[in-house]
């Protein structure tokens, strides 16, 4: 019998290790956790009054944006995917945007800290960023 047990505890330890080293990555770029597995992107965009925005099946680019303390921005977004995307900052839908139009959204960023954005169709799928006060 305790034969038997050893067999199964290093059958056991042996199933633990292959599944750790399959789970491991050594990928050192992070995702949006969207099914494109898209990158985190980041841009400054402090001391700028406007800033190009991609919207893409599903993520945005670039998905975190720098700024100052209480800064208007003007995002310039682009839908350059294939279905309908939104923007919406905080608790404020902004707006739908179709695949292939562009539209603008008057952007501000908090006192302090972070404010969340996503598009609201796709933000179970990563599709959200951030404006970061830094």
Excluded: E, W, Y
């Amino acid at each position: 019998m305790q034969g038997r047990t050893f067999k199964l505890v290093g059958f056991a330890l042996a199933s633990v290790m292959l599944i750790a080293t399959a789970c491991s990555s050594n990928s050192s770029s992070s995702s949006t956790g969207g099914s494109s597995g898209a990158s985190q992107t980041t841009a400054d965009a402090t001391g700028k009054t406007d800033l190009p925005v991609s919207a893409d099946d599903f993520f945005f680019n670039p998905n975190t944006i720098d700024g100052s303390a209480s800064q208007s921005l003007t995002f310039t977004i682009k839908n350059d995917g294939t279905a309908t995307h939104n923007f919406t900052l905080g608790s404020t839908d902004m707006g739908d945007i179709l695949p292939g139009q562009t539209k603008t959204f008057q952007v501000s960023f908090p006192a302090s800290g972070t404010v969340t954005f996503f598009c609201k169709f796709h933000q179970s799928q990563g599709m959200t960023g951030q404006l970061v006060v830094t």
